[in-house]
């Protein structure tokens, strides 16, 4: 059976847009005029803010708006935008910081380990820890290892769950 899906226009609100055209760690000059477009259009900045947050692209909106139009952004939300890209930078800093010392721990107690997504993900592919949102550390650990892994990051002060 063949199955037609009817093609549509979707309207995207400005925000949406300029979301869009911020999540990217490259801004190329097409997009970079289109972003100068966008934000002198009426935008809801608190949406744009918040929706930023919780789709995990809100340092790259800052980064990319401080980059390209820091003068179009009101005071009150860049005010906001760079608190919350210093926190995040911080806490990436600070997670980077545990997983270099847990895989520290690993490699001294024999235990080979791969980390993934999160800090190395942050810069292989954002080439910036700063850029990217995330809140754990993900290792990967052979399954024959993983009760040694966990006892030595308990008697390392670190805690399931």
């Known amino acids: 059976m063949l199955y037609t899906i009817k093609s549509q226009a979707v309207s995207t609100c400005p925000e949406n847009e300029l979301l869009l055209c911020c999540s990217r760690t490259h801004m190329d000059s097409k997009n970079a005029e289109r972003l100068k477009i966008l934000v002198k259009e009426k935008i809801d900045w608190d949406y744009l803010a918040q929706t930023a947050t919780q789709q995990g692209v809100m340092p790259l909106l800052y980064w990319n708006l401080t980059q390209n139009c820091l003068q179009a952004v009101p005071d009150m939300i860049l005010t906001q935008l760079r608190a919350s890209f210093e926190a995040n930078?911080?806490?990436?800093l600070?997670?980077?910081s545990e997983l270099f010392k847990i895989l520290n721990l690993f490699e001294v107690h024999g235990i080979p380990a791969i980390p993934y997504k999160g800090a190395i993900l942050a810069a292989l592919a954002y080439?910036?820890?700063a850029l990217r949102q995330f809140s754990d550390l993900d290792i990967l650990v052979h399954p024959?290892?993983?009760?040694?892994a966990e006892d030595v990051l308990i008697a390392h002060g670190y805690s399931p769950g």
């Open 89 to 92: 930078a911080g806490s990436n």
């Open 94 to 96: 600070f997670l980077t």
């Open 127 to 129: 080439s910036n820890l």
């Open 144 to 148: 024959r290892d993983i009760l040694r």
